[in-house]
């Protein structure tokens, strides 16, 4: 058993390694807005906190200016909603490969529904319901890390580089770098696009 399970693990981890490119990147971009422009204190902690609690690149890129502007909890938590609505549909596609799943697993596995997430799970050749519930469970745990490390690592960067720099030259710094969220969506939608054109023929 021990042998499958490190089966499972490598291949969890090999799928799971263009995602950490793009989740580092994207992760730090959202780390240093956050310090830059969020007007936090203890803001790798503020980092570390909202990486873990939430995955979506959307949401940390436009939860930025809310903090800023010091919105209520409850609009927060209305612009998450609306934000993340889409990955309702997802679940309902998986549910049938996530039944028998302990419920504090399936919670975690929900909470890390990610785009990226759910075209990997739903791609997995695994056959064997066991095997492939072991397989998103890594899968998510590893993307998970990869966003929360690069979001908290932007965030005390920006942290470090304040002893040296002065708040406004950085926040004038990085103008521009929300920008990275739409460049990654429309690589995405390219790429998608190109890969449906290409099966049409």
């Given at each position: 058993?021990?042998?499958?399970?490190?089966?499972?693990?490598?291949?969890?981890?090999?799928?799971?390694?263009?995602?950490?490119?793009?989740?580092?990147?994207?992760?730090?971009?959202?780390?240093?807005?956050?310090?830059a422009k969020g007007?936090?204190?203890?803001?790798?902690?503020?980092?570390?906190?909202?990486?873990?609690?939430?995955?979506?690149?959307?949401?940390?890129?436009?939860?930025?200016?809310?903090?800023?502007?010091?919105?209520?909890?409850?609009?927060?938590?209305?612009?998450?909603?609306?934000?993340?609505?889409?990955?309702?549909?997802?679940?309902?596609?998986?549910?049938?490969?996530?039944?028998?799943?302990?419920?504090?697993?399936?919670?975690?596995?929900?909470?890390?529904?990610?785009?990226?997430?759910?075209?990997?799970?739903?791609?997995?050749?695994?056959?064997?319901?066991?095997?492939?519930?072991?397989?998103?469970?890594?899968?998510?745990?590893?993307?998970?890390?990869?966003?929360?490390?690069?979001?908290?690592?932007?965030?005390?960067?920006?942290?470090?580089?304040?002893?040296?720099?002065?708040?406004?030259?950085?926040?004038?710094?990085?103008?521009?770098?929300?920008?990275?969220?739409?460049?990654?969506?429309?690589?995405?939608f390219t790429d998608?696009?190109?890969?449906?054109?290409?099966?049409?023929?």
């Amino acid at each position: 058993m021990k042998g499958a399970e490190g089966s499972i693990f490598r291949r969890a981890l090999t799928d799971s390694l263009p995602v950490m490119m793009g989740y580092t990147t994207m992760g730090l971009v959202a780390g240093v807005l956050l310090a830059a422009k969020g007007d936090l204190m203890l803001a790798p902690l503020w980092g570390f906190l909202s990486s873990a609690c939430w995955i979506t690149g959307t949401m940390s890129f436009a939860f930025i200016p809310e903090v800023a502007a010091r919105s209520s909890a409850y609009a927060i938590a209305l612009m998450t909603l609306a934000v993340n609505f889409r990955y309702a549909f997802y679940g309902f596609s998986l549910l049938a490969r996530w039944k028998g799943v302990p419920f504090w697993r399936k919670m975690y596995l929900i909470l890390l529904l990610t785009d990226e997430n759910y075209a990997l799970e739903d791609a997995s050749p695994l056959k064997d319901p066991r095997e492939h519930q072991r397989y998103c469970l890594i899968l998510s745990a590893l993307n998970h890390s990869y966003w929360v490390s690069g979001v908290t690592a932007g965030a005390l960067l920006v942290c470090l580089l304040g002893f040296a720099v002065d708040a406004e030259s950085i926040r004038r710094a990085t103008n521009g770098m929300e920008f990275a969220m739409v460049a990654l969506f429309l690589v995405i939608f390219t790429d998608q696009m190109k890969g449906f054109f290409g099966h049409g023929k």
